[in-house]
């Protein structure tokens, strides 16, 4: 019997090596990337238990994704020094268009728009409809920056700032205000999130004498946003 791909999440190691179907049996084939990304998740879950926040918080929910639902688990998510515990549950998206689905810190809930992602808000999926169902999968759909974002946000006194500007139409460069933690910035142009050295770089000036203190952080786009842009600035600041 010619042996088939398994149906479930397994160790693939000694599948590979066993299945003589697969050329080179016996030799020792890393093929855990045969996996969607998914699974993959969803296997760590499983040895860490049913709720490690990082790797949860926010992501596709299987069991309650179809048609046009989409399901997520809950999790912890952070504002400022505010944390919230969110329960799992799912959005219903329109058919043959995308949608960007989001935490609104404000109304406290779970929310999608066929806009783009709201200022002040926690992306989670873009996720596009067609003829009643949800195209793509979960690698495709995961727009999350929770994992960052909570991280910078909880505990010892840490906080999230925010730089809200219009663009002029030229303007390539746009300044935080303070000095930021660069890994921790993120960039919204009309609530969309951008791409880091795809759309923007992060620049900051050599800290200059007598007092040495680091300049702004800047946000250098590659496109000058059009005028009437709202560009919005998430960033940790940096202590100096």
Avoid at 24 to 44: F, H, Y
Wanted: hydrophobic letters at 40%; proline letters at 7%; a negative charge.
């Amino acid at each position: 019997m010619v042996a088939k791909y398994p149906d479930e999440i397994v160790d693939f190691d000694p599948w590979v090596d066993d299945n003589p179907a697969i050329p080179g049996s016996g030799v020792d084939i890393k093929a855990a990337n045969l996996n969607p990304r998914d699974w993959e998740i969803q296997a760590i879950q499983n040895v860490l238990g049913p709720r490690p926040v990082a790797l949860n918080t926010f992501a596709e929910k299987k069991s309650t994704t179809s048609g046009l639902q989409w399901g997520y688990h809950g999790g912890r998510v952070c504002g400022g020094n505010v944390v919230r515990t969110v329960g799992d549950g799912y959005v219903t998206v329109p058919d043959n268009a995308t949608s960007y689905i989001y935490y609104d810190w404000g109304a406290a809930v779970v929310a999608s728009s066929t806009v783009g992602f709201p200022e002040r808000s926690f992306p989670i999926a873009e996720v596009t409809a067609e003829n009643a169902q949800l195209a793509g999968d979960f690698s495709t759909r995961d727009r999350r920056t929770i994992a960052i974002v909570s991280a910078i946000g909880g505990s010892g006194g840490l906080e999230i700032a925010h730089a809200v500007i219009t663009a002029d139409g030229s303007t390539v460069y746009f300044s935080c205000g303070v000095p930021a933690v660069h890994s921790s910035i993120m960039v919204f142009v009309n609530g969309i999130l951008q791409a880091p050295n795809i759309h923007y770089s992060v620049a900051e000036a050599e800290a200059s004498p007598p007092n040495y203190v680091p300049e702004n952080t800047v946000v250098a786009f590659n496109t000058a946003p059009e005028n009437g842009d709202s560009i919005h600035l998430v960033f940790q600041k940096r202590n100096v």
